[in-house]
């Protein structure tokens, strides 16, 4: 299924928001997911990526969209606040800059 992630963009590539920063994500290659659990975050394993590259909870600064792909998974319902649905994936794969 396509959907989008919103990156931190960094001199040496993109990585993920809050959990795991130092990653540095490679595009085109599937990734599986990875379990952080950290502490002040809900458990919520799997690549968190929306149905449309919009989060108004989430500050655009330093951060980019990326058109992804994903396989296994789980769909989320969240308030429209924060982006409306999620999917939980236990594979990603990056395909480019979201237009």
């Known amino acids: 299924m396509k959907a989008f992630k919103l990156f931190s963009q960094h001199r040496d590539g993109i990585g993920p928001l809050f959990i795991n920063r130092r990653l540095r994500i490679p595009l085109g ?3 599986p997911a990875e379990d952080h659990p950290t502490k002040g975050y809900a458990h919520r394993p799997g690549w ?3 149905s449309g590259p919009h989060a108004p909870h989430l500050s655009p600064v330093g951060r980019v969209w ?3 792909e994903v ?4 769909t989320l319902q969240r308030p429209a606040s924060q982006g409306g649905t999620w999917y939980l994936a236990k594979q990603m794969r990056v ?5």
Request: charged share 15%; glycine share 6%; proline share 6%.
């Open 29 to 31: 290659v599937w990734l």
């Open 48 to 50: 968190h990526v929306t």
């Open 66 to 68: 990326y058109r992804v």
């Open 71 to 74: 396989r296994d998974f789980v």
């Open 95 to 99: 395909i480019g800059v979201a237009p």
